[in-house]
């Protein structure tokens, strides 16, 4: 392990902008640090790894961090990027996101940890709901001028933008809040440092001249430092947007994105880029990642590098055995295995495999009489085109069951079902059929 925070994140790459003292401070205290996390959905998904990862180095090194949840921020929107307004959340539905990201939040960090830097989860609705206009106007809004909020890159973007769509007063004010939470935090927390990515810079340094400005008029109180550093938005070497598979967004959450897909995600990165990631997203040391490219680089084709990339974010994000369940369904489809072993698979994880595969619905009950194999593989499912095709296909030995070549003679009954529900009907090494049970 490096000897100190700013050093560890910079040979992984993880450092993009940096205030001068930054690193100092961090060499000489334990601090406090704070990412904010917007609530725009009830989960987070893999763009959010990064600023977790932060608050776990941060948890590691021995310093504090507070992980916010921006139920007030949410509720307008950061502009940041954004090249029009967004669409404003109502409060139940903001509510129920709030709640979600806390869970997920949970798992990679021990908010009931008791020791002095255990980590803290906030909510900034809990210290803005009471906060009236007026109080707001007077006490932040006096602090930061206009001419600087409009110097902010998202500001300025967003004001020259082609489109004529301009930026509202509620967008226009985020800034000002976010750095309202920066100098609350610094006051109930004794918290120095805003960490984010790239596109928060803007942001977060409101919060640290706000810190300076407000201290610096509060009586009896020398002007305050705090400081910010940000870490660069991760991008894939082709130029496309990281994150998203064809299905979507890959989200952390097991019900939104399965363990095998999200292992499936990984897996299927490119040289390239598992070179960079196996920096970002594990908690590998230098000497391991260096042997582990080394490796990588003189028999690429062995993917030595993406395998132990996806088996280090699956388990620190799901768990070893949800890992141990995704390398099992991998190797169902693409490797050598068994009937058995094909029926350990759950039913989710079982259609993520198999998606796309053309399914038939069969009658349980013709089932429980028995169906032979030919009416199975032609009548039944259309899997071939006739009942000739389906006999010559049994006679050259090309027709596999839950993976297990059969004969003509094969009589499929309820016991070849997968979760009681699924037959899964094979030709050659590629050609698949899912029968499922009604």
Same mark, same amino acid.
């Given at each position: 392990?490096?000897?100190?925070?700013?050093?560890?994140?910079?040979?992984?790459?993880?450092?993009?902008?940096?205030?001068?003292?930054?690193?100092?401070?961090?060499?000489?205290?334990?601090?406090?640090?704070?990412?904010?996390?917007?609530?725009?959905?009830?989960?987070?998904?893999?763009?959010?790894?990064?600023?977790?990862?932060?608050?776990?180095?941060?948890?590691?090194?021995?310093?504090?961090?507070?992980?916010?949840?921006?139920?007030?921020?949410?509720?307008?929107?950061?502009?940041?990027?954004?090249?029009? %307004?967004? !669409?404003?959340?109502? $409060?139940?539905?903001?509510?129920?996101?709030?709640?979600?990201?806390?869970?997920?939040?949970?798992?990679?960090?021990?908010? !009931?940890?008791?020791?002095?830097?255990?980590?803290?989860?906030?909510?900034?609705?809990?210290?803005?709901?009471?906060?009236?206009?007026?109080?707001?106007?007077?006490?932040?809004?006096?602090?930061?001028? /206009?001419?600087?909020?409009?110097?902010?890159?998202?500001?300025?973007?967003?004001?020259?933008?082609?489109?004529?769509?301009?930026?509202?007063?509620? %967008?226009?004010?985020?800034?000002?809040?976010?750095?309202?939470?920066?100098?609350?935090?610094?006051?109930?927390?004794? #918290?120095?440092? !805003?960490?984010?990515?790239?596109?928060?810079?803007?942001?977060?340094?409101?919060?640290?001249?706000?810190?300076?400005?407000?201290?610096?008029?509060?009586?009896?109180?020398?002007?305050?430092?705090?400081?910010?550093?940000? #870490?660069?938005?991760?991008?894939?070497?082709?130029?496309?947007?990281?994150?998203?598979?064809?299905?979507?967004?890959?989200?952390?959450?097991?019900?939104? &994105?399965?363990?095998?897909?999200?292992?499936?995600?990984?897996?299927?990165?490119?040289?390239?880029?598992?070179?960079?990631?196996?920096?970002?997203?594990?908690?590998?040391? !230098?000497?391991? /990642? %260096?042997?582990?490219?080394?490796?990588?680089?003189? $028999?690429?084709?062995?993917?030595?590098?993406?395998?132990?990339?996806?088996?280090?974010?699956?388990?620190?994000?799901?768990?070893?055995?949800?890992?141990?369940?995704?390398?099992?369904?991998?190797?169902?489809?693409?490797?050598?295995?068994?009937?058995?072993?094909?029926?350990?698979?759950?039913?989710? &994880?079982?259609?993520?495999?198999?998606?796309?595969?053309?399914?038939?619905?069969?009658?349980?009950? $013709?089932? $429980?009489?028995?169906?032979?194999?030919?009416?199975?593989?032609?009548?039944?499912? +259309?899997?071939?085109?006739?009942?000739?095709?389906?006999?010559?296909?049994?006679?050259?030995?090309?027709?596999?069951?839950?993976?297990?070549?059969?004969?003509?003679?094969?009589?499929?009954?309820?016991?070849?079902?997968?979760? +009681?529900?699924?037959?899964?009907?094979?030709?050659?090494?590629?050609?698949?059929?899912?029968?499922?049970?009604?």
């Amino acid at each position: 392990m490096a000897e100190n925070l700013v050093e560890e994140l910079r040979w992984r790459g993880l450092i993009h902008d940096i205030m001068p003292g930054t690193e100092e401070l961090l060499k000489s205290e334990a601090t406090t640090a704070y990412i904010g996390f917007d609530p725009t959905s009830d989960s987070l998904h893999i763009g959010s790894l990064v600023p977790i990862i932060l608050l776990v180095h941060l948890r590691k090194f021995g310093h504090k961090p507070i992980a916010l949840v921006g139920g007030a921020t949410g509720m307008i929107g950061d502009p940041t990027g954004k090249s029009d %307004e967004r !669409q404003l959340l109502d $409060e139940a539905t903001l509510a129920n996101n709030v709640e979600g990201i806390k869970g997920v939040l949970s798992r990679y960090l021990d908010f !009931q940890a008791e020791d002095a830097q255990a980590p803290v989860l906030v909510n900034n609705y809990d210290w803005m709901k009471e906060f009236s206009f007026i109080d707001f106007v007077r006490d932040v809004g006096k602090r930061i001028t /206009v001419n600087y909020m409009m110097a902010k890159d998202s500001v300025k973007k967003r004001l020259s933008a082609d489109s004529g769509v301009g930026m509202s007063f509620t %967008e226009f004010t985020y800034q000002l809040i976010q750095g309202y939470d920066f100098y609350h935090l610094y006051k109930e927390y004794d #918290c120095k440092l !805003q960490m984010g990515g790239s596109d928060q810079w803007g942001n977060i340094t409101t919060g640290t001249e706000l810190i300076r400005r407000m201290t610096a008029a509060e009586e009896g109180e020398e002007s305050a430092k705090a400081f910010a550093m940000t #870490c660069p938005l991760i991008t894939k070497a082709d130029g496309s947007k990281f994150g998203k598979s064809e299905g979507g967004n890959v989200w952390l959450d097991s019900e939104k &994105t399965s363990p095998y897909k999200f292992y499936q995600f990984w897996l299927n990165t490119s040289d390239e880029d598992a070179e960079k990631y196996i920096k970002i997203f594990t908690f590998l040391d !230098q000497k391991t /990642v %260096e042997s582990l490219i080394e490796a990588h680089r003189a $028999e690429p084709h062995l993917r030595q590098l993406q395998r132990r990339l996806a088996e280090e974010v699956t388990t620190f994000v799901h768990s070893e055995a949800d890992l141990e369940n995704a390398v099992k369904a991998s190797n169902i489809l693409f490797g050598k295995s068994t009937s058995e072993e094909l029926k350990t698979l759950d039913e989710k &994880t079982f259609l993520d495999v198999f998606e796309g595969v053309p399914q038939a619905d069969i009658d349980r009950s $013709e089932l $429980e009489e028995g169906i032979d194999m030919i009416a199975a593989l032609a009548v039944k499912s +259309d899997f071939l085109k006739s009942n000739g095709e389906a006999r010559r296909a049994l006679k050259e030995n090309s027709i596999s069951v839950n993976k297990e070549k059969v004969k003509e003679d094969k009589m499929l009954t309820p016991t070849d079902l997968i979760n +009681d529900k699924f037959i899964l009907l094979q030709r050659g090494k590629k050609n698949y059929f899912v029968l499922r049970t009604v």
